[in-house]
């Protein structure tokens, strides 16, 4: 007679299937991440829905935040612009700003799930957020495509291996840590 | 003509469900739906017009066009004596047309006072919903009557708000108490009142606010809002969550430091939408004004924008969470049909509710269009190519082999 062990030996990219809802979401979020327009908490918002997470939720709400506390806009295209004249945020500016920026990056890819696509979208959002979404140069272009392919990879891996049970109280952790970095600059 | 027509066509439908007692509340819900569309044609107009004692401008249309959907979306089985209801209808149609030019507050506190009395006899209401509307009509009313005495005026807002912020807190106060009780329960016939409720506490707002605003009011406002989105007994919420968190918390910002008026009637109104559908998920209307108020706050900047917004984002966290823990959303009326369109109006284009004001919501606007169009378009490619939308490992890769984790074990 076979019986399940207490501790399963599942593995951690077991496969959930996405709902209509989600997958919508998820596209939307893409077509703005990519783009750099619209609303960087109505991307918060989508990427929250395309989780089916409050807490994923609440980290990406809170990196736009972090956006609007830095950049005193929400506005994506706002966010281009800026980084556009001065350079990518996480590596610009005041120290605490930047790193407030990297806590936003980080909340994003934290809160993603081991699905590909979705690892994609959280991980294109986190791009934008610290290393600019301007593409008017080769070189521009150069750093945006770097920092999206790290921050898809690196989405990937904690949406896949680390266990949701950490990543998400951490990804809301780097969120208020991002919060209060913007509000003591 | 069309200001007429808008409050006096659910009359009409009340008479015909007394000739037509079988199709009684039929009749009802389609002279709402007439009058809704009498008020979006004002509103779309969005010009002041006025006749004899009643008048027209867009937040009157707003308001008018709010409360003859939320008639046309009633549930029939809350709904005991339609012809009331439909005379409700009127009452608060007039309530939030009185007054020639600008709002009477006389006028709209008693017309208040009538819809709500009728709407509270068309349906069976718990006494604690009625005690709450009585309760803030009074308070509305002592509010009205101070602000007569003080200014020698009926009007709301007053030209001259200098001195009158304690009469103009009243008369919120009233106003916002009177919203909560319509918000008792989804789809019933008081919640023809919040409308009404949410526009005379916006008119009186800027009394309040003057140039300042007001902190602490803010703040009592902000905090109910937050009691409404966990107001629960023995697991059963006791009113409608989503609905009465968002007329509160836009109540709030419309008293709040700073140029929050857009935001705050872009939540009053997604309270007032979310009543139409019953449903937590409703609450995603507030994204919107949400959004607009987190913008509105970080510009002003401060201790007490900091506190409201805290309060806020629990708000928005509550009703998240009760989101997230419901069950699936029940096949809507028909009826809703109208109030769904509005909804998803106020989601997808809420920069085009020009009749709120400024809200800075231009890059949101951009955001949705693009999101919707994106999300839509992958949904039919999808359904187009018959594929699931799934991730493309768990198709390639083979499930583990029978046994496999026993044989580990």
Avoid: K
């Amino acid at each position: 007679m076979l019986l399940e062990p207490l501790g399963p030996n599942l593995r951690s990219r077991s496969h959930r299937s996405l709902t209509t809802l989600q997958v919508g979401a998820l596209a939307g979020a893409g077509v703005m991440a990519l783009t750099s327009a619209g609303d960087a908490l109505l991307l918060g918002v989508l990427l929250g829905v395309a989780a089916g997470d409050v807490e994923a939720g609440v980290a990406s709400l809170l990196a736009g935040l972090v956006v609007l506390g830095r950049f005193g806009s929400t506005s994506l295209a706002a966010l281009a612009g800026a980084q556009h004249v001065v350079g990518p945020a996480g590596t610009s500016g005041p120290v605490l700003l930047a790193a407030a920026s990297w806590c936003a990056a980080a909340a994003l890819t934290l809160s993603t799930r081991a699905e590909f696509a979705v690892a994609v979208v959280f991980g294109l959002a986190a791009a934008d957020v610290v290393a600019g979404p301007a593409t008017h140069s080769a070189e521009s272009l150069a750093v945006r495509a770097a920092a999206s392919l790290v921050a898809v990879a690196l989405a990937w891996f904690a949406g896949g291996w680390v266990p949701a049970r950490l990543a998400r109280p951490a990804a809301v952790a780097a969120g208020v840590l991002g919060v209060v970095l913007v509000l003591a600059a | 003509m069309l200001v007429d027509l808008a409050v006096a066509v659910p009359l009409v439908g009340a008479v015909a469900a007394v000739l037509v007692p079988d199709r009684a509340l039929d009749a009802v819900r389609a002279s709402a739906l007439l009058a809704a569309v009498c008020w979006l044609v004002l509103l779309l107009d969005a010009s002041v017009v006025s006749v004899t004692r009643l008048h027209s401008a867009p937040i009157v249309a707003a308001a008018g066009f709010g409360a003859a959907l939320l008639v046309a979306a009633v549930d029939g089985e809350a709904v005991e004596r339609p012809v009331l209801l439909g005379v409700a209808l009127t009452a608060a149609s007039i309530g939030v047309a009185a007054g020639r030019g600008a709002t009477d507050g006389g006028g709209a506190v008693v017309a208040l006072a009538a819809a709500a009395a009728l709407a509270s006899a068309a349906g069976r209401l718990a006494a604690r919903v009625w005690a709450t509307a009585a309760v803030g009509l009074i308070v509305a009313a002592i509010g009205v009557v101070a602000l007569r005495s003080a200014a020698n005026a009926w009007q709301l807002p007053l030209t001259d708000a200098a001195s009158h912020r304690g009469p103009g807190v009243l008369v919120m106060v009233g106003a916002a108490l009177v919203a909560v009780a319509g918000c008792g329960r989804p789809r019933a016939p008081l919640t023809v009142v919040v409308p009404a409720g949410a526009f005379v506490a916006a008119q009186a707002a800027p009394i309040v606010h003057r140039t300042a605003g007001l902190t602490w009011f803010a703040v009592v406002l902000a905090a109910a809002a937050t009691a409404a989105s966990v107001a629960a007994r023995a697991g059963r919420p006791l009113l409608d969550r989503p609905a009465a968190a968002l007329v509160l918390l836009g109540l709030a910002a419309l008293v709040v430091p700073g140029a929050a008026r857009g935001p705050g009637l872009l939540l009053a109104s997604a309270g007032a939408v979310a009543l139409g559908f019953g449903a937590p998920v409703a609450a995603a209307l507030g994204i919107p004004g949400g959004i607009a108020l987190a913008i509105a706050l970080a510009a002003q900047g401060g201790g007490g924008a900091f506190a409201v917004g805290g309060l806020g984002a629990l708000v928005a966290l509550a009703l998240a969470a009760v989101v997230v823990r419901a069950g699936a959303v029940p096949r809507p009326s028909i009826w809703t049909v109208p109030m769904f369109a509005a909804g998803v109006w106020l989601l997808v284009a809420p920069g085009t509710w020009g009749w709120v004001g400024p809200a800075a919501l231009h890059a949101y606007d951009v955001g949705a269009a693009r999101a919707a169009a994106g999300g839509a378009l992958c949904l039919l490619a999808l359904v187009l190519l018959g594929r699931d939308p799934a991730g493309w490992y768990a198709h390639v890769l083979p499930p583990d082999t029978a046994g496999e984790d026993a044989v580990r074990h």
